[in-house]
């Protein structure tokens, strides 16, 4: 069984395994939590990110989708790149976010992670409501086939911290 924690505070700063990137789909940085992890973590990602576009990624990554790189200057080993989908009213995307979450892991079981963190995917600039973010989040992870240890969902501020732990009581 996966132990799931939460932990407010810098996602790059964390000595686990892998570090899961919210990445947008062209892999090659940009703000928020994709800014921040490649900029803690120096070129090496980027070497890595344009390595998989201009091979096996030329289109980019789809949404739902991961893959791993190197960590380079971070406390993990590897990072994790995923996609979540753009929060839309009109359109249900909760399946194509629960992926983001569900093929991390799978992509951390195919390095041999134990220990993996997580920011909350699609809550940020893709604008998905915080409270639903939080219940995909805890649900993918929960039903997720995955031999990792321990996942820390990692929060960016108190509010997002909050909501985690009263979802996860």
């Known amino acids: 069984m996966t132990e799931l924690r939460v932990v407010e505070g810098d996602i790059t700063a964390l000595p686990v ?20 992890i490649h900029r803690a973590g120096g070129p090496e990602i980027l070497a ?13 990554l789809p949404a739902g989708q991961a893959v791993a790189t190197t960590a380079g200057r971070l406390p993990a080993r590897w990072v994790i790149h995923t996609v979540g989908p753009v929060y839309s009213r009109s359109q249900d995307r909760s399946a194509v976010l629960r992926s983001a979450y569900t093929a991390s892991l799978a992509v951390a079981d195919e390095l041999g992670a134990t220990s993996v963190a997580f920011p909350l995917i699609s809550a940020g600039a893709y604008g998905w409501p915080l409270e639903d973010a939080v219940s995909q989040a805890l649900t993918a992870i929960r039903n997720a086939p995955t031999t990792v240890d321990e996942v820390t969902l990692v929060a960016f501020s108190p509010a997002v911290a909050e909501e985690i732990q009263r979802q996860l009581r």
Do not use: E, K, M
């Open 17 to 36: 395994d892998a570090v899961v990137n919210a990445a947008n789909s062209g892999l090659l940085g940009g703000g928020g939590v994709d800014g921040a």
């Open 48 to 60: 890595a990110c344009r390595q998989l576009r201009a091979s096996s990624l030329p289109d980019g």
